[in-house]
């Protein structure tokens, strides 16, 4: 049983499109997250939602807009891509109870290549 | 600011030789520390985790790491490794917010 899935693996795209990337996570929790990974394998979070509120933005472009129709769902739209953008993307998931004691799960990566 | 440093970029060792990937962070507060592995082309995956208590956490496949707060770090430990353990090592820092702060990770090639 996949516990938090992304959708594409793999997405291969031209400059100035604008794409999505879809996650969603089946453990009951209520916080997820986007991290980019770049080439170096340098992780850096992006945003966070809990529970469909938006609890951690980044500086990070406007051109990334995260998503939560639900609790369980976390999609990434980019728009207008650039080069700089390709990377590996993950969601991760964690229970997003009160405690500061959480564990996150990670999705298996969204490989974005930008043309 | 907070940050985490992973001092080893790259570790080759022999099969059946010990490991210890040193990892050091920058934090104000109480943290919460985990090691992650990443196998090539797989996801990230939880190694251990140090909340509270014993300072010793004992984790997956027979990894272990200290929690050493008069000295910041978190150091990974394995007394035996075996070519399976090749991979990239990710110490990671959290707070109040769970917000991760990652290390720029260990590559790790263990050879036959």
């Known amino acids: 049983d996949t516990a938090v899935s992304q959708t594409p693996k793999y997405l291969v795209t031209q400059m100035g499109n604008d794409k999505s990337i879809k996650c969603e996570q089946n453990?009951?929790?209520?916080?997820m997250y986007w991290y980019k990974q770049d080439s170096k394998k340098f992780l850096k979070i992006m945003f966070s939602y809990n529970n469909k509120e938006l609890i951690i933005n980044e500086t990070v472009p406007n051109r990334f807009s995260p998503k939560s129709p639900d609790k369980a769902h976390l999609n990434l739209h980019i728009n207008s891509l650039e080069l700089g953008d390709s990377a590996v993307y993950f969601c991760a998931s964690s229970t997003g109870t009160s405690s500061r004691q959480e564990t996150q799960y990670f999705g298996p990566g969204t490989r974005l290549l930008v043309l | 600011a907070q940050s985490v440093s992973q001092h080893n970029h790259h570790v080759i060792l022999s099969e059946a030789a010990s490991l210890e990937l040193g990892c050091n962070y920058s934090y104000g507060g109480t943290v919460n520390l985990f090691w992650y592995v990443q196998y090539p082309g797989q996801h990230l995956q939880l190694l251990l985790k140090?909340?509270?208590?014993?300072?010793l956490v004992k984790g997956i496949k027979g990894f272990e790491a200290e929690f050493i707060k008069s000295k910041f770090s978190f150091n990974l430990r394995k007394p035996s490794v075996q070519w399976s353990d090749t991979a990239e090592y990710f110490c990671?820092?959290?707070?109040?917010?769970?917000?991760?702060?990652f290390g720029t990770g260990t590559l790790l090639a263990v050879q036959p």
């Open positions: 990671a820092v959290s707070g109040a917010t769970n917000k991760l702060i």
């Open positions: 453990l009951g929790h209520d916080t």
């Open positions: 140090y909340f509270s208590g014993d300072p």
